[in-house]
Structures are given as C-alpha cells and as structure tokens.
C-alpha cells in the first residue's frame, strides 16, 4: 500500500512530466483558475507583466484579491504563476531581485492567510516554475527551459531572509490558537532555550512523559504551553482552550522565537 507522502510523490511527479505545460513562468494569464483559491474566496492577480529582457520570463506587480474586492499588494516585481498549497491558506511566490555580482535572480516568499506571515527565503534560483506545494514542500523545476534541475523547497526548514506580518493577510480564522513550530521533536530542547534565555520566559510546570512533554509558562499575562510530542513535534498552544487569546500575540511569539532559530 502506498504512503501518503509517496502518493503526493507520484502525483507532483506526473505533474512536472511535461516542463513545457502551461502555465509557465514565460506564458500565464490572471484568467487561469490556478490562481484561485479552492473555495473561491481569493485570487491572485498580475499587473503590468512584461518580459525581464527580450525572450525572457514575465515579471510585474503582484495582489491578493479578497472576495470582496480588497487589493494587497504582494510585491513589485514578482514572477510566476504563484502557487497555493493543497490547503490553500499559503502562497508560494517567486519574485525578482538583482544583484551586482549575480545579475537577476529569483527568490522565494511565502504568504499565510491565518497568521498574516511573510516569509522570504535566503536561497536564489534562476527561474522558478513551481508544479506543486504540499505538507510545507515546494515541487519545481528551475531553470526549466536551460539545464532544468527538480527542486524540492521544505518551506519549514529552510533558512528565511527576513520576515514579517502584514496583519491584512489574516484572511482565514484560526480557530486553533496553536503554533505548530517543528516537526522534530528534537527541537524542544533549541525552543525551551530560546524562551528561556532570550525571551526571558520561566517554565512554572513541567511534565515529562516517555512520549511527550508538557512545559507551562506565562507569556502576556497567558499561560502557554510547550508540548512535545514524539510522532508530531513542538508546538505550543494556551493551557486553557476556554480562554480566548488574541491571535496577534501568537504571531509575535513565534515571530520572535524563529528570530533567534537557524
């Protein structure tokens, strides 16, 4: 019977058989129903999409498009198509820079509608044609038409740029005020630390199972906890799920936790 991580396999690789599918980074359109949420709440939309240079790929201004007619810009220069995963609260952009000693490259950035975090990735590429973005993989080709290499991007534990929130991306409730920080269990340790020496966080609690770990701590007047568990990671989340706590503060918790990760 086949896994389901080796089902996502098989489906991205029939995807990315043909490089030259539309759409493609040379040839896309704001018509494509890629572009498109799944529930048709959002779009993503181009403005101003003119070759980079003569024969090469598109590049112009890039907007969320909410179901009710509210634009966000994205960015300024951005390539594509952009990419939503299977979930459809992310967004995988490519966008173009240029460097003195490089010349024009691309990087990566990626949009959460539940959180309102941007995230740009230190890694460049030529040109990006995405396939597929599932369970936090990008699936792309770079460089598709010269020499193209198959990319798998882990948008988790990849090394970030920069990052930041732009609070009129939290378009999707997360009715879960839980952050999901890592799926190795082995980064409770490096996360414990963080809270403790650089957030100056004191753990009240702390209990230790065979399979799991629950640390609490008071973090703006709430009282948090630091779970591990073996199959599914670190987290951390609100002691008492009857409390309601403001989601901004969970996204400044974790912003500040991965400024001092990697």
Known sequence: MLNHATTIHNHVANTMKDITTYPNPWDFDNTDKSLKSKDNRFKIEYYDLNEISMGAPLGGKSFLITEDGKKIKIGDWCAGPAIWDSNYALI?????????????IQKLIILNLTNGLIKKYRKSFSVLDIRGFENGVIYAYDSPRHNPKEIEFDTINEKTESESVNQDLILIENKNTEIDLS????????????????????????????????????????????????????????????????????????????KYWH
Do not use: C
């Not at 948090?224 to 008492?240: A, P, R």
């Open 92 to 104: 995988a952009v490519p966008i173009w820079e240029r460097k003195i000693f490089k010349g024009t």
């Open 183 to 258: 799926s190795n269990p082995d980064d409770f340790k490096l996360i414990s630390n963080i809270l403790e020496t650089k957030l100056n966080v004191r753990f009240t609690k702390k209990n230790n199972g065979l399979d799991q770990k629950y640390w609490d701590f008071e973090y703006r007047n709430y009282i948090l906890t630091l779970h591990q568990e073996h199959y599914l990671g670190v987290s951390i989340f609100i002691k008492d799920s009857e409390i309601r706590i403001d989601s901004k503060i969970m996204i400044e918790l974790e912003t500040e936790i991965r």
